[in-house]
């Protein structure tokens, strides 16, 4: 779901200033607790009796309303927790993250001056009172996150001042009132996650001021409204401001609404997991702002509409399991934002437009089980594995064993001098012809069978010869580089062309040419090399990064460095095993290769089923500061270049960190270059431009980045609005708009997980600091999250065991 932040009137910006100078400290204070500034008047009678009575219907677990207490005087004097007054009346009453249960009193409606109601992310029970539609000056009212349960009172929207409203993620039924947008300021609606049913009221789609409109997983039915845009009797001209408007996970029917293309400032649109058929309206291709466009899992049908390449924003575009047919258009290759294209389970036919290759974005990509065929264009291929070409059963060249057949050769055949273009007489073959035309068929057979008994001949005498301990024309040279984690010695060894291999301790046994025979796969680039996927001869699997031969160190310099690196051994570091050095320059550095893959592609290229629980998030946050606080506190070592993409998952997500201190085996120019080609990436400390230097510091705010991306479940290389990801997360929480940081598979859970995942979010704002000497170091982080959950941090392993030396 789409954030989007808002502000409220100017008048309301200048109370919050005068009275809530320090509510910013909500989420950076160890105890959330929210500044108080009393304005020094006695609160009324009618307010002070008020409050008594919302205290005792409130369980208060923690002792928040201890501060409750003593006469009149006392409650607009600040001490009061969560109260702002104006001239002894109370004007706000915000107590998030609480851990208050009970119910809200119907007394609430006697606060006749409160503009803000903020009780979210708590474990209230029972109904919303109607009398909260008795405030005639409620602008904001905030209940997200709770137990509440029961219908929606009709009231609630009737304030002419209410300007945001959000009941997400309770137990609400029934239908929905239609006046809840009769204010002529409401600009956010959020009803999402609860069970709410019927029909969506057409006054929704007449509200001209309405900006976030969110009513996913709920139990809607019937049309989608299709009066968008058009004016109510009261609207008149005015332009129409919605920008979000999802609507995923209901149980709509009918088509696609032509009326949505009058909503130009749209941004986001989610219809996905409804029923919904019929064709996509060409009136779409006109919503210019449109970033995501998510329509999957309906019954969609037809082709794309003409035009779509005008959608120059879009950076989502989900079509997945529809019906829709026909070929993909070459024009998709213009939308230059897109990021994530899923055209999969569908009825696309004809080839894969090789335009595609251009989309330099595009990181998630998917078109299986399809109709398609023809050779999947190379770059594609290479960038994503089979399982986004699968069920394509003419699709070919996707992996390896799916190859695209060669093209039969052609032929060259020099023209007669009696050749005539219009003759059709074709001269009849002799005997001489046949005999000579079978007998050099039979030398080519002959010539092709000798050639596969002399390659089986020579490989038999090799593995012969390597099983005897010996190897045809291999000079051996043990070559002791230092001593391994376990104790044991690397081992070098040179191969048939003059390059040497040293190997690590570890698991695994080859020589040279079994590392340069084997079958490779491109898994990505980064600027200081391409990274493979090798396969060698007895099936085992390892990663290999090739580094520029032209950017990394002489030989003399590589070796000292690669030497300390290959001794680095932690249960959450990716272990170097091997490096060869070439005859040429070539450097190649071999480790472990997990099947799972990347945490990047782990977050942010699975399907919408598959969802990750906050243990899990948790569990990976902790192994990497785990990892990285080895490397800065045992080894004396800096990453450089921590990303999501530098970090790889075992089987049960443990996460282990790649690519460290990769910057010391490259020239210095080369580490430069790469620091100023990295900003887009996201995840570069502010300060490194100007010092060109990686330190533990610029490894602790790349730290802080990747724990907001599993917060958020973004990726650090988005933009949004303009900001990256910490600038948007610290606005989104300054504006109280907390549950839109947390990725909604998070949201299910909060009333458990919620103070975990909230410590840990100020903790990730704390790492991603613009100063470095406000940024704690690793061991300090570590210890944090270990108290945010001691149990998940008895329960990882605090030492790996020594791996056993092959060698």
Known sequence: MGSYQFHESASILVIYALFFSFAHLLFFSPKLAIAQQGDGVSITLSDFQALLAIKRELIDQRGTLKSWNGSRNSACSGSWAGI??????????????????????SKIGLLKELRKLSLHDNLIRGTIPSSIGSLPNLRGLYLFNNRLSGLIPPSIGSSPQLQALDLSNNFLVGSVPSTLVSSPRIYRLNLSFNSLSGLIPPSFSSSP??????????????????????PSKKGGNAVYQLRSLTLDYNSLYGTIPHSLGKLGKLEELSLSHNKLNGTIPDEITRLMDLRVLD?????????????????????????????????IPRSIGNLSSIAL??????????EIPTSLETLSNLTSFNVSYNHLSGQVPPRLSKKFNSSSFVGNLQLCGFSTPNPCPSPPPVMSQAPSPSFEPKATHHRRLSTKDIILIVVGSLLVILLALFCVLLCCLIRKRTASKTKNGKRGGIEKSLATVGAGAGGGAASGEAGTNGGKLVLFDGPFVFTADDLLCATAEIMGKSPFGTVYKATLEDGTQVTVKRLREKLAKSPKEFEIEVAALGRV?????????????????????VSDHLSKGSLSSFLHARGQETTVDWPTRMKIAMGITRGLNHLHTQENLVHGNLTSSDIYLDEQNNPKIADYSIHRLMTDSANTNAIATAGSTGYRAPELPKSKKPTTKTDIY?????????????????????????????STVKEEWTNEVFELDLMRDVSSTGDEMLNTLKLALHLV????????DAQQVLQQLEEINPTMAAELPTEEPAEKSHH
């Open 295 to 327: 329509l999957s899992a309906n019954g969609i049908n037809g082709s794309f509409p003409k035009g779509f390449d005008s959608l120059k924003n879009l950076s989502t575009l989900n079509l997945k399991a529809n019906h829709l047919s026909g070929p």
């Open 702 to 730: 790349s730290l802080g980045v990747i724990i907001l991306e599993l917060l958020t479940g973004k990726s650090p290389s988005e933009t949004m609005d303009g900001s990256d990801l910490p600038q948007w997360v610290a």
């Open 209 to 230: 001021s309405l900006t976030f409109l969110a009513l996913e997983h709920n139990n809607f039915s019937g049309l989608v409204p299709d009066s968008w845009g058009t």
């Open 769 to 776: 600091d613009q100063s470095p000497d406000s940024r704690p």
């Open 341 to 350: 294209l899923d055209l999969s389970q569908n009825n696309f036919t004809g």
């Open 569 to 589: 051994r932690h249960q959450n570091l990716l272990p170097l095993r091997a490096y060869y050095l070439g005859p040429k320059g070539e450097k190649l550095l």
């Open 84 to 105: 702002k007054c104006i001239k002894g009346q109370v004007v706000a009453l915000q107590l998030p993250f609480k851990a208050l249960g009970g119910r809200i009193s």
